[in-house]
């Protein structure tokens, strides 16, 4: 089991930056691939950013990147997500979460809902034009 907790969403203007934060406790984290995907009223869960379990390895949303950056402390079980050049379209509730094990030591970085196990209760993101 791995519990999930994001912090960091609030509201900013467009152009502004955030950081969210995602704590993990209970099993060894730097065992997890993590992802970060994003919900906006009405639509369906998106897939933002993905980070492999050492690091080595990341990957963003074509409406992302450029402007947000996925990284991970394994000392402090914790993964981030830098959120720059924020649109209004950026909008949502943030989630992370923890692939299944059958990622484990890989450097494959699944982008399907279903690919992970553990999510957090998520955070929102408000940009304002």
């Known amino acids: 089991q791995v519990a999930l907790v994001e912090s960091g969403g609030g509201s900013v203007q467009a152009g502004g930056s955030l950081r969210l934060s995602c704590a993990a406790s209970?099993?060894?984290?730097?065992?997890?691939?993590m992802g970060w995907f994003r919900q906006a009223p009405g639509k369906e869960r998106e897939y933002v950013a993905a980070?492999?379990?050492?690091?080595?390895?990341?990957y963003y949303s074509d409406s992302v990147k450029g402007r947000f950056t996925i990284s991970r402390d394994n000392t402090k079980t914790t993964v981030y997500l830098q959120m720059n050049s924020l649109k209004p379209e950026d909008t949502a509730v943030y989630y992370c979460?923890?692939?299944?094990?059958?990622?484990?030591?890989?450097?494959?970085?699944?982008?399907?809902?279903?690919?992970?196990?553990?999510w957090g209760q998520g955070t929102q993101v408000t940009v304002s034009s």
């Open positions: 979460a923890a692939a299944r094990e059958t990622y484990f030591g890989s450097s494959y970085l699944p982008p399907a809902v279903n690919d992970y196990v553990y």
């Open positions: 209970g099993r060894t984290f730097s065992d997890y691939t």
């Open positions: 980070i492999s379990w050492r690091g080595a390895s990341t």
